[in-house]
């Protein structure tokens, strides 16, 4: 499910390792958040969040969450936005090494790390929540809008747009491109660049910077059984059923 990898420096490279797609179950986002979290105590100093080639993350598993009842889709909400806090307030850097397609859930961990390399090409990231029927949440359209700025979040929001690398780069999205083969070393030669400076600042600096991300995912103010109303709305579930059943006939 995960893939656990040391490089030199103290960086760790934590690699989604779910086949074919890296789809976000409530057992990947479980074992991601503590493997975030326990991180620094092995001794990590910064984290490359990294997928497979072209494939970062297809994002939320849909099929898996259209099993459960109301108290299961609950728990992964619950699970997933906790995921998004870990990683807005880990206490080291951690880039997200994209490495191929990030629709939807795949973006939205993107967005929370510190920087993101994406592969060059015909890869495409977005937050195409509305187009299969859901609301995205005030902390993900805090976490999009801090990157791109409130009118083009606003845009690629409502739209539910999946653009492509070059757009993703030109808009801010994301912050530099390369091979599809290169982009988790690219990652990790950034964050050591990072890590070399004086490290007392450096962090200091970075907590005072992410301050508001932090405070924005408070999950102590998520309105999470709206979120879980507005997933379970008739609507919603329509087209998230269409959306799996043609994901079946592809395959």
Same mark, same amino acid.
């Given at each position: 499910?995960?893939?656990?990898?040391?490089?030199?420096?103290?960086?760790?490279?934590?690699?989604? !390792?779910?086949?074919?797609?890296?789809?976000?179950?409530?057992?990947?986002?479980?074992?991601?958040?503590?493997?975030?979290?326990?991180?620094?105590?092995?001794?990590?100093?910064?984290?490359?969040?990294?997928?497979?080639?072209?494939?970062?993350?297809?994002?939320?598993?849909?099929?898996?969450?259209?099993?459960?009842?109301?108290?299961?889709?609950?728990?992964?909400?619950? #699970?997933?936005? !906790?995921?998004?806090? #870990?990683?807005?307030?880990?206490?080291?850097?951690?880039?997200?090494?994209?490495?191929?397609?990030?629709?939807?859930?795949?973006?939205?961990?993107?967005?929370?790390?510190?920087?993101?390399?994406?592969?060059?090409?015909?890869?495409?990231?977005?937050?195409?929540?509305?187009?299969?029927?859901?609301?995205?949440?005030?902390?993900?359209?805090?976490?999009?809008?801090?990157?791109?700025?409130?009118?083009?979040?606003?845009?690629?929001?409502?739209?539910?747009?999946?653009?492509?690398?070059?757009?993703?780069?030109?808009?801010?999205?994301?912050?530099?491109?390369?091979?599809?083969?290169?982009?988790?070393?690219?990652?990790?030669?950034?964050?050591?660049?990072?890590?070399?400076?004086?490290?007392?600042?450096?962090?200091?600096?970075?907590?005072?910077?992410?301050?508001?991300?932090? !405070?924005?995912?408070?999950?102590?103010?998520?309105?999470?059984?709206?979120?879980?109303?507005?997933?379970?709305?008739?609507?919603?579930?329509?087209?998230?059923?269409?959306?799996?059943?043609?994901?079946?006939?592809?395959?």
């Amino acid at each position: 499910m995960l893939d656990i990898l040391p490089h030199d420096g103290h960086i760790t490279e934590i690699r989604l !390792a779910r086949p074919p797609v890296n789809a976000l179950d409530f057992g990947m986002l479980a074992a991601l958040r503590e493997a975030i979290a326990q991180a620094p105590a092995g001794g990590a100093r910064g984290i490359v969040l990294s997928g497979a080639q072209g494939m970062f993350s297809a994002g939320v598993d849909v099929p898996a969450l259209l099993q459960p009842d109301r108290a299961g889709v609950r728990d992964y909400w619950g #699970e997933f936005f !906790a995921l998004c806090a #870990e990683l807005a307030r880990a206490p080291l850097p951690v880039v997200a090494a994209i490495t191929g397609h990030s629709p939807a859930g795949g973006a939205v961990l993107a967005l929370f790390c510190d920087y993101r390399v994406m592969a060059q090409g015909p890869y495409r990231i977005g937050l195409n929540e509305v187009q299969v029927g859901l609301t995205v949440p005030e902390s993900i359209q805090y976490a999009l809008r801090r990157v791109v700025g409130t009118y083009r979040a606003e845009r690629l929001l409502v739209a539910g747009a999946m653009i492509d690398a070059e757009q993703a780069l030109a808009c801010g999205f994301v912050d530099e491109l390369t091979a599809v083969e290169q982009v988790p070393t690219r990652a990790v030669h950034w964050l050591a660049e990072l890590l070399a400076l004086p490290p007392h600042a450096m962090l200091a600096t970075r907590a005072l910077a992410r301050a508001d991300l932090i !405070a924005a995912t408070d999950l102590s103010k998520l309105p999470l059984d709206d979120f879980v109303d507005g997933f379970l709305h008739p609507q919603a579930q329509a087209v998230l059923q269409h959306l799996v059943a043609r994901l079946k006939n592809k395959k």
